[in-house]
């Protein structure tokens, strides 16, 4: 078994930043893509970031030029940076990993950080 343990969230004012991180633990795996998912109250949960093993990345209209996706592929972390931070990025923050674990491609959620911008 895989888990994703996120870290990083809380509360800042509007145009401030956070930098939220995902560590992948457990099986041996290879990952194909991590991503980063949002939720807010009575919203659907939305993909905000992802990146791919070999570096590709692709953002939400939203976060563009805001938000920037990394990863370290050493440590099987990857890092969302949120930058001039809007009360509508208020949600609860998941990490999603995509990997192949004993040959078999298997989806992976962490539980989730609580991100909050005040106005």
């Known amino acids: 078994q895989v888990q994703l343990v996120e870290s990083g969230g809380g509360l800042v004012q509007a145009g401030g930043s956070l930098r939220l991180s995902c560590a992948a633990s457990?099986?041996?795996?290879?990952?194909?893509?991590m991503a980063w998912y949002r939720q807010a109250p009575g919203k659907q949960r939305e993909m905000v970031a992802i990146?791919?093993?070999?570096?590709?990345?692709k953002y939400a209209d939203s976060v563009k030029g805001r938000f920037t996706v990394s990863g370290d592929n050493a440590k099987n972390t990857v890092y969302l940076q949120m930058n001039s931070l809007k009360p509508e990025d208020t949600a609860v923050y998941y990490c999603?990993?995509?990997?192949?674990?004993?040959?078999?491609?298997?989806?992976?959620w962490g539980l989730g950080t609580q991100v909050t911008v005040s106005a």
């Open positions: 999603n990993a995509d990997l192949f674990v004993g040959g078999w491609p298997r989806e992976f």
């Open positions: 457990g099986s041996v795996f290879s990952m194909n893509s």
């Open positions: 990146i791919t093993s070999g570096g590709s990345t």
